[in-house]
């Protein structure tokens, strides 16, 4: 391990340790601590392709599918996820695949017994069962030499690994409630995109527009403390914070939207349907929420509709704050996590700051179009 890793990983308590082969039997997982794994297959001499898995156990199982009819994404489907994931980028030439160890062993177990080329390193972490074990998890990644991270989850998912750090590429992989920033998409071609982007390949495209973005990110500050959304921030009246029922619509005040696509779940099709904004689009939108506006009937959660009055909507730019004034909750991408009390302001910035996103489509297209798939081990150039 890298010394500036090692000292990384002192400071935020994370295990080490490498496991025996006596206590792995035929696992060909191994607890990062050294890269000296005999039993894997990478050439001596091919230069390290490092690929970090980040799976959130929690994602997809939350309360809102007693109160919706979202997804109930069970632990073997997201298995089923990650080997396809580790699959293609096995496939595309990633010598090294990354993967934290959690409670109900997701990752560790999905790839335990796949034949792949790549190395499988599992880190330990000092668990608390929060979004913070995402964070840690990611932070550990990045000493380990991770640039390309595959985050399977949600909105809030994807909201705690861009809250720790945005010096990373993401894909992220649709598997929670609210679900505007990840995608659905096959997560075989994600792992071989994202295998070649870790070998650094998507680096000689010169597509235009380019085939990595970075993300939009909206930056609140209360005056308890800082905290990012990657879709929308919502004031809500009379709710308390924690709170993870559906959004009551008779509760909703405003809107901050870093996407408004009208074919999207939750807030983001509210000002969609008035004024569409995309990930593509350098400006937000500003959405005023009154009962007495136009109605429109919005799939709040999925196969969940209410009607919701919207008096106004406005373009937010770039590096203008916007001040809202207590009382009541702000969500970020679904998460009530932070009270105004009246006469308090939160203040928020839209930035295009976050990690940069693939455009998985796209990038298929180039490799195709560049030979890259005409051979798992095509030279870089």
């Given at each position: 391990m890298p010394k500036n890793g090692a000292r990384h990983a002192?400071?935020?308590?994370?295990?080490?340790?490498?496991?025996?082969?006596?206590?792995?039997?035929?696992?060909?997982?191994?607890?990062?601590?050294?890269?000296?794994?005999?039993?894997?297959?990478?050439?001596?001499?091919?230069?390290?392709?490092k690929l970090a898995i980040s799976v959130n156990p929690m994602a997809g199982r939350d309360v809102r599918r007693l109160a919706a009819r979202a997804t109930n994404m069970t632990h073997e489907a997201k298995r089923d996820l990650v080997a396809r994931i580790a699959a293609g980028a096995d496939a595309a030439g990633v010598t090294d695949i990354y993967v934290a160890r959690e409670p109900f062993q997701i990752a560790s177990l999905a790839l335990q017994h796949m034949p792949l080329t790549a190395r499988v390193h599992i880190i330990d972490i000092p668990l608390t069962n929060t979004a913070r074990d995402t964070e840690v998890a990611l932070h550990q990644f990045r000493a380990l030499g991770c640039e390309t991270v595959v985050s399977l989850g949600g909105d809030g998912t994807n909201r705690a690994l861009v809250r720790a750090r945005q010096d990373y590429d993401l894909l992220p992989i649709s598997t929670g409630t609210n679900n505007v920033f990840p995608e659905l998409v096959e997560p075989t071609i994600v792992g071989i995109v994202a295998g070649f982007n870790a070998r650094g390949v998507l680096a000689h495209s010169s597509a235009t527009p380019p085939l990595k973005r970075r993300a939009?990110?909206?930056?609140?500050?209360?005056?308890?403390?800082?905290?990012?959304?990657?879709?929308?921030?919502?004031?809500?009246?009379?709710?308390?914070?924690?709170?993870?029922?559906?959004?009551?619509?008779?509760?909703?005040?405003?809107?901050?939207?870093?996407?408004?696509?009208?074919?999207?779940?939750?807030?983001?099709?509210?000002?969609g349907y008035f004024d569409p904004v995309y990930a593509g689009d350098d400006v937000g939108l500003l959405v005023d929420i009154d009962s007495r506006g136009q109605l429109v009937n919005t799939p709040l959660s999925p196969g969940l509709f209410k009607p919701v009055g919207v008096a106004g909507t406005e373009r937010m730019a770039f590096e203008k704050p916007v001040t809202w004034v207590g009382p009541g909750v702000i969500a970020l991408d679904g998460d009530r996590d932070h009270q105004l009390k009246a006469g308090?302001?939160?203040?928020?910035?839209?930035?295009?700051?976050?990690?940069?996103?693939?455009?998985?489509?796209?990038?298929?297209?180039?490799?195709?179009?560049?030979?890259?798939?005409?051979?798992?081990?095509a030279e870089i150039g």
């Open positions: 002192d400071r935020l308590g994370i295990k080490v340790s490498l496991e025996s082969a006596a206590t792995a039997g035929t696992d060909r997982n191994h607890t990062v601590g050294s890269e000296d794994f005999m039993d894997n297959h990478p050439p001596s001499n091919q230069p390290s392709a939009k990110v909206l930056h609140l500050e209360t005056p308890f403390g800082r905290d990012i959304a990657l879709i929308d921030a919502v004031q809500i009246r009379d709710d308390h914070v924690g709170n993870l029922l559906p959004f009551d619509e008779a509760r909703l005040q405003r809107l901050a939207l870093t996407r408004a696509e009208p074919d999207a779940i939750g807030m983001s099709p509210i000002g308090e302001t939160a203040r928020l910035t839209l930035r295009r700051d976050g990690p940069y996103l693939i455009d998985i489509d796209r990038a298929m297209r180039w490799l195709a179009a560049a030979g890259m798939m005409n051979t798992v081990n």
